[in-house]
Protein backbone atom coordinates (compact mmCIF):
# COMPACT_ATOMS: atom_id res chain seq x y z
CA UNK A 1 0.00 0.00 0.00
CA UNK A 2 0.96 3.61 -0.58
CA UNK A 3 3.00 5.78 2.12
CA UNK A 4 0.39 8.42 3.46
CA UNK A 5 1.62 11.72 2.95
CA UNK A 6 2.76 13.42 5.54
CA UNK A 7 1.47 16.96 5.02
CA UNK A 8 -2.40 17.59 3.87
CA UNK A 9 -2.33 21.55 3.35
CA UNK A 10 -3.24 22.49 -0.06
CA UNK A 11 0.21 22.55 -1.46
CA UNK A 12 1.16 24.14 -4.98
CA UNK A 13 3.55 21.82 -7.66
CA UNK A 14 7.13 21.81 -6.99
CA UNK A 15 8.94 24.73 -8.74
CA UNK A 16 12.07 22.72 -10.03
CA UNK A 17 12.60 23.08 -13.16
CA UNK A 18 13.31 19.89 -14.49
CA UNK A 19 9.51 18.59 -16.54
CA UNK A 20 8.94 15.23 -17.27
CA UNK A 21 7.17 16.40 -20.50
CA UNK A 22 10.10 17.75 -22.50
CA UNK A 23 10.72 13.61 -21.91
CA UNK A 24 7.81 11.57 -22.74
CA UNK A 25 9.23 8.89 -21.42
CA UNK A 26 10.21 9.85 -18.56
CA UNK A 27 9.06 9.59 -14.64
CA UNK A 28 9.09 12.56 -12.51
CA UNK A 29 10.51 11.29 -9.19
CA UNK A 30 8.62 13.06 -6.17
CA UNK A 31 7.32 13.02 -2.73
CA UNK A 32 3.96 13.35 -2.27
CA UNK A 33 4.43 15.17 0.52
CA UNK A 34 5.70 17.57 -1.75
CA UNK A 35 3.60 17.20 -4.79
CA UNK A 36 0.17 15.99 -4.19
CA UNK A 37 -3.20 16.03 -5.49
CA UNK A 38 -4.93 19.27 -3.74
CA UNK A 39 -8.14 17.35 -4.28
CA UNK A 40 -7.53 14.44 -1.97
CA UNK A 41 -5.12 16.66 0.24
CA UNK A 42 -8.29 18.78 1.14
CA UNK A 43 -9.67 15.65 2.78
CA UNK A 44 -9.34 14.44 6.37
CA UNK A 45 -6.11 12.40 7.05
CA UNK A 46 -8.05 9.43 8.25
CA UNK A 47 -10.28 9.39 5.24
CA UNK A 48 -7.12 10.12 2.74
CA UNK A 49 -5.50 6.84 4.35
CA UNK A 50 -9.21 4.92 3.88
CA UNK A 51 -9.08 5.92 0.19
CA UNK A 52 -5.75 5.05 -0.39
CA UNK A 53 -6.72 1.35 -0.36
CA UNK A 54 -8.26 1.71 -3.78
CA UNK A 55 -5.68 4.61 -5.29
CA UNK A 56 -2.69 3.27 -7.23
CA UNK A 57 0.26 5.50 -9.12
CA UNK A 58 0.45 5.07 -12.16
CA UNK A 59 2.33 7.12 -14.91
CA UNK A 60 0.71 8.80 -17.81
CA UNK A 61 2.77 9.40 -20.62
CA UNK A 62 2.46 12.22 -22.99
CA UNK A 63 -0.12 11.49 -25.48
CA UNK A 64 -1.69 9.06 -23.97
CA UNK A 65 -5.62 9.56 -24.59
CA UNK A 66 -7.75 8.48 -21.20
CA UNK A 67 -10.72 8.70 -22.97
CA UNK A 68 -13.20 8.74 -26.21
CA UNK A 69 -15.97 10.74 -26.65
CA UNK A 70 -18.55 7.97 -26.18
CA UNK A 71 -16.99 5.19 -24.65
CA UNK A 72 -17.42 4.19 -21.39
CA UNK A 73 -15.25 5.57 -18.23
CA UNK A 74 -13.17 2.94 -17.05
CA UNK A 75 -11.08 4.92 -14.31
CA UNK A 76 -10.74 8.00 -12.63
CA UNK A 77 -7.75 10.08 -12.46
CA UNK A 78 -5.75 12.46 -9.70
CA UNK A 79 -3.08 14.32 -11.45
CA UNK A 80 0.08 14.87 -9.42
CA UNK A 81 2.19 16.67 -11.88
CA UNK A 82 0.59 15.70 -14.88
CA UNK A 83 -1.49 17.55 -17.11
CA UNK A 84 -4.88 16.63 -19.03
CA UNK A 85 -6.33 18.50 -21.84
CA UNK A 86 -10.13 17.78 -22.30
CA UNK A 87 -11.22 18.09 -25.95
CA UNK A 88 -14.65 18.50 -28.03
CA UNK A 89 -14.89 17.21 -31.58
CA UNK A 90 -16.43 19.45 -33.93
CA UNK A 91 -17.55 18.37 -37.30
CA UNK A 92 -15.91 14.66 -36.36
CA UNK A 93 -12.80 16.31 -37.54
CA UNK A 94 -11.53 19.41 -35.34
CA UNK A 95 -11.07 19.11 -31.50
CA UNK A 96 -11.10 22.10 -29.40
CA UNK A 97 -9.82 22.41 -26.12
CA UNK A 98 -12.43 22.77 -23.30
CA UNK A 99 -10.54 22.17 -20.46
CA UNK A 100 -7.27 21.56 -18.20
CA UNK A 101 -7.14 19.43 -15.61
CA UNK A 102 -3.92 19.41 -13.09
CA UNK A 103 -3.07 18.79 -9.91
CA UNK A 104 -5.57 20.75 -8.59
CA UNK A 105 -8.61 18.22 -9.63
CA UNK A 106 -9.83 15.11 -11.19
CA UNK A 107 -10.10 13.56 -14.44
CA UNK A 108 -13.72 11.55 -14.35
CA UNK A 109 -15.67 14.23 -13.66
CA UNK A 110 -19.32 12.75 -15.22
CA UNK A 111 -19.12 10.21 -12.75
CA UNK A 112 -19.88 12.70 -10.41
CA UNK A 113 -22.88 13.61 -12.05
CA UNK A 114 -24.54 10.08 -12.77
CA UNK A 115 -22.71 10.06 -16.30
CA UNK A 116 -20.66 6.79 -16.69
CA UNK A 117 -20.08 7.66 -20.73
CA UNK A 118 -17.19 10.72 -21.54
CA UNK A 119 -17.99 13.12 -24.00
CA UNK A 120 -14.69 14.99 -24.31
CA UNK A 121 -11.68 12.73 -25.27
CA UNK A 122 -8.83 13.41 -22.51
CA UNK A 123 -5.44 13.84 -23.55
CA UNK A 124 -2.54 13.98 -21.85
CA UNK A 125 -0.67 17.00 -22.21
CA UNK A 126 2.54 16.43 -20.10
CA UNK A 127 3.56 13.52 -18.23
CA UNK A 128 3.76 12.60 -14.84
CA UNK A 129 2.19 11.22 -12.03
CA UNK A 130 -1.72 10.31 -10.96
CA UNK A 131 -3.13 8.35 -8.24
CA UNK A 132 -6.06 6.15 -10.04
CA UNK A 133 -9.36 4.24 -9.00
CA UNK A 134 -11.73 2.28 -10.83
CA UNK A 135 -15.39 4.10 -11.96
CA UNK A 136 -17.03 1.40 -10.01
CA UNK A 137 -14.93 2.19 -6.85
CA UNK A 138 -14.62 6.20 -7.03
CA UNK A 139 -19.18 5.68 -7.42
CA UNK A 140 -19.12 3.79 -4.45
CA UNK A 141 -16.78 6.02 -2.48
CA UNK A 142 -18.71 9.34 -3.62
CA UNK A 143 -21.67 7.95 -2.73
CA UNK A 144 -20.89 7.18 0.84
CA UNK A 145 -17.69 9.51 1.53
CA UNK A 146 -18.99 13.34 2.94
CA UNK A 147 -15.70 14.71 2.84
CA UNK A 148 -14.86 13.15 -0.84
CA UNK A 149 -18.56 14.30 -2.10
CA UNK A 150 -18.06 17.99 -0.47
CA UNK A 151 -14.64 17.94 -2.03
CA UNK A 152 -14.91 16.56 -5.96
CA UNK A 153 -18.26 19.10 -5.34
CA UNK A 154 -16.46 22.34 -4.90
CA UNK A 155 -14.45 20.88 -7.53
CA UNK A 156 -17.05 20.37 -10.40
CA UNK A 157 -18.04 23.70 -9.38
CA UNK A 158 -14.65 24.93 -10.38
CA UNK A 159 -14.00 23.17 -13.41
CA UNK A 160 -17.31 24.73 -14.35
CA UNK A 161 -16.09 28.25 -13.69
CA UNK A 162 -12.82 27.49 -15.58
CA UNK A 163 -15.17 25.26 -18.75
CA UNK A 164 -17.22 28.71 -19.43
CA UNK A 165 -14.57 30.67 -18.85
CA UNK A 166 -12.25 29.09 -21.68
CA UNK A 167 -15.35 29.22 -23.93
CA UNK A 168 -15.77 32.79 -23.75
CA UNK A 169 -11.72 33.36 -24.01
CA UNK A 170 -11.80 31.15 -27.21
CA UNK A 171 -14.29 33.41 -28.78
CA UNK A 172 -13.67 36.77 -27.95
CA UNK A 173 -9.48 36.82 -27.74
CA UNK A 174 -6.37 37.10 -29.77
CA UNK A 175 -4.70 34.37 -30.33
CA UNK A 176 -1.52 35.74 -29.24
CA UNK A 177 -3.50 36.43 -25.63
CA UNK A 178 -4.98 33.04 -25.55
CA UNK A 179 -1.51 31.05 -26.02
CA UNK A 180 0.19 32.62 -23.42
CA UNK A 181 -3.14 31.99 -20.93
CA UNK A 182 -2.48 28.18 -21.55
CA UNK A 183 1.20 28.68 -20.98
CA UNK A 184 0.89 29.28 -17.79
CA UNK A 185 -2.25 27.50 -17.12
CA UNK A 186 -0.13 24.26 -17.73
CA UNK A 187 3.12 25.80 -16.07
CA UNK A 188 1.17 25.96 -13.05
CA UNK A 189 0.38 22.71 -12.87
CA UNK A 190 3.60 21.23 -13.85
CA UNK A 191 5.55 23.71 -12.30
CA UNK A 192 8.06 24.25 -15.00
CA UNK A 193 8.62 26.85 -17.59
CA UNK A 194 8.76 24.45 -20.19
CA UNK A 195 6.33 22.22 -22.56
CA UNK A 196 6.34 20.13 -25.11
CA UNK A 197 3.81 20.39 -27.65
CA UNK A 198 2.29 19.61 -31.18
CA UNK A 199 1.19 22.09 -34.02
CA UNK A 200 -2.16 20.18 -34.34
CA UNK A 201 -2.62 20.05 -30.25
CA UNK A 202 -2.14 24.13 -30.03
CA UNK A 203 -4.33 24.39 -32.91
CA UNK A 204 -6.96 22.30 -30.79
CA UNK A 205 -6.10 24.71 -27.72
CA UNK A 206 -6.77 27.67 -29.39
CA UNK A 207 -9.04 26.91 -31.90
CA UNK A 208 -7.33 27.79 -35.09
CA UNK A 209 -5.05 26.27 -37.86
CA UNK A 210 -1.73 25.58 -37.92
CA UNK A 211 -0.53 28.74 -39.74
CA UNK A 212 -2.19 30.48 -37.18
CA UNK A 213 -0.29 29.13 -34.21
CA UNK A 214 3.19 29.52 -35.80
CA UNK A 215 1.97 33.26 -36.01
CA UNK A 216 0.78 33.36 -32.21
CA UNK A 217 3.85 31.88 -30.99
CA UNK A 218 6.36 33.79 -33.22
CA UNK A 219 4.90 37.23 -31.80
CA UNK A 220 5.42 35.75 -28.56
CA UNK A 221 8.67 34.81 -29.29
CA UNK A 222 9.08 38.63 -30.77
CA UNK A 223 8.69 39.91 -27.38
CA UNK A 224 11.04 38.05 -26.19
CA UNK A 225 8.30 36.32 -23.69
CA UNK A 226 9.13 32.88 -24.92
CA UNK A 227 11.37 30.71 -27.26
CA UNK A 228 9.97 29.12 -29.66
CA UNK A 229 11.23 25.87 -30.79
CA UNK A 230 9.43 22.83 -33.08
CA UNK A 231 8.27 20.83 -30.56
CA UNK A 232 9.09 22.80 -27.19
CA UNK A 233 8.04 26.02 -25.85
CA UNK A 234 9.94 27.27 -23.25
CA UNK A 235 8.66 30.38 -20.87
CA UNK A 236 11.26 33.35 -20.85
CA UNK A 237 9.89 35.93 -18.92
CA UNK A 238 6.99 34.88 -16.70
CA UNK A 239 5.92 38.61 -15.91
CA UNK A 240 5.97 39.70 -19.22
CA UNK A 241 3.90 36.50 -20.02
CA UNK A 242 1.43 37.29 -17.37
CA UNK A 243 1.24 40.83 -18.94
CA UNK A 244 0.41 39.66 -22.28
CA UNK A 245 -2.23 37.14 -21.21
CA UNK A 246 -5.83 37.89 -21.22
CA UNK A 247 -7.90 38.56 -18.02
CA UNK A 248 -8.99 34.79 -18.12
CA UNK A 249 -5.89 33.83 -16.78
CA UNK A 250 -6.59 35.63 -13.55
CA UNK A 251 -10.08 34.09 -13.56
CA UNK A 252 -9.49 30.77 -13.60
CA UNK A 253 -6.31 30.79 -11.51
CA UNK A 254 -8.23 32.17 -8.64
CA UNK A 255 -10.71 28.79 -8.94
CA UNK A 256 -7.84 26.50 -8.44
Known amino acids: MMQLPSQYGRSRPCRTRSCACLNPGAVIASSHSAQQNQLLA ?32 RHVYFPINCVVSLLTTVEKRRQLEVGLIGYEGMVGIPLALGTSVSRVRALVQCTGTALRMTSGQFCGEYAKSGPLHRE ?41 NQCLYTQTHLGNVLGVLRPAVTIAAGNLQRRELIRYRRGKIIILDEKGLEAAACSCYQIVKQMS
Open 152 to 192: ANRYIHNWIVQLTQIAACNRFHQADARLARWLLMTRDRTGT
Open 42 to 73: ALPPKEYQRLLTFLKPVKLAFGKTLYEPGKPI
